[in-house]
């Protein structure tokens, strides 16, 4: 299992209000273009494959995979949620449950067992500054506390490797001990990101496409021909990278994000995206469906 996951994702409707829908559909191939994806998700097309999550829940933000427990961590306007690992889970156990305080959970990303990084909003009685800046738990989300920030930061994007982290709060940085930040590369507002073992690709999701860095992020360039991707995921241990589209179609990348292949799809409104060597997690519509085909198929588990 992965030592690490990061992921923190807007909706469609969230992605087109944006401009992503219409600045992606001139990068798309005609019969994959974004607005005719829009078209289609508007005709009401919902994923219900995969484990249903909590109406409570109400959107998602980020998903993850504990690597000591092997639980699927669903982060949350509501807080973390976690669902039973795929090969633990039994009959009776398939309801997702609540931990830890009620936080609308922004960026989110796993460093290892019970050890999380997160950011957001303090919701109900949870007495957090608001934002909380970049927050940590080391209980599997039981508790949670301020490592920087607070009060000043809302980071939309977490991505972690190694001790590196990037985070986008309307400004790309990196740290490498939770405290002091560096400033990235000014002109990316990035949805969501993914990050390389060694920390020197950085692959981001933004309003003009997928760009990608091989310098740590200092400069980032346009994918030339890639897909309007969403959500992206690095799968630990190698250069392949998984990204999903704004109209649910799953691609995979093996050369660090600089080409795309498609490998399937999940309907509905891509939410959040886990990806290691063992399976794929992506929530779209309040469900968490599992693929071990590389996106080919997708299932409860």
């Not at 998700?41 to 092997?70: F, I, R, Y």
């Not at 934002?131 to 920087?148: C, M, N, Y």
């Not at 990316?188 to 496409?209: C, H, I, N």
Request: glycine share 14%; net charge negative.
């Amino acid at each position: 299992m992965r030592s690490r996951t990061r992921t923190r994702t807007r909706t469609l409707s969230v992605l087109a209000a944006t401009g992503l829908l219409a600045v992606a559909a001139a990068c798309a191939e005609p019969e994959e273009s974004v607005h005719a994806q829009a078209g289609a998700d508007a005709e009401g097309v919902a994923n219900t494959v995969g484990v249903p999550l909590p109406e409570e829940a109400q959107h998602v933000h980020g998903v993850g995979v504990d690597p000591g427990s092997g639980k699927v961590l669903v982060a949350s306007h509501a807080g973390l949620f976690t669902v039973p690992a795929p090969d633990r889970l039994t009959r009776e156990a398939t309801v997702p449950a609540h931990v830890g305080p009620a936080i609308d959970l922004m960026g989110f990303t796993v460093r290892g067992p019970d050890h999380y990084l997160a950011s957001g909003h303090p919701e109900g009685d949870t007495e957090m500054p608001d934002p909380v800046g970049l927050i940590e738990t080391r209980d599997g989300g039981g508790s949670w506390e301020a490592l920087s920030l607070a009060g000043e930061s809302d980071f939309h994007a977490l991505a972690s490797a190694g001790d590196l982290v990037v985070g986008f709060d309307g400004v790309l940085r990196s740290t490498e001990d939770g405290a002091t930040w560096t400033d990235l590369a000014p002109d990316v507002e990035a949805f969501d990101l993914a990050v390389s073992d060694d920390g020197s690709t950085v692959v981001a999701t933004t309003g003009r496409g997928p760009v990608r860095s091989t310098d740590g992020g200092a400069d980032f360039a346009v994918v030339e021909g890639a897909p309007p991707l969403a959500l992206v995921d690095w799968v630990p241990g190698g250069e392949t990278v998984f990204g999903v589209a704004v109209d649910g179609g799953v691609y995979r990348s093996t050369d660090a994000g600089g080409t795309w292949e498609r490998t399937g799809e999940l309907p509905g409104n891509p939410e959040a995206l886990h990806a290691d060597e063992d399976q794929l997690i992506v929530v779209a519509d309040l469900h968490a469906a599992r693929s071990t085909d590389g996106g080919a198929t997708f299932d409860a588990w």
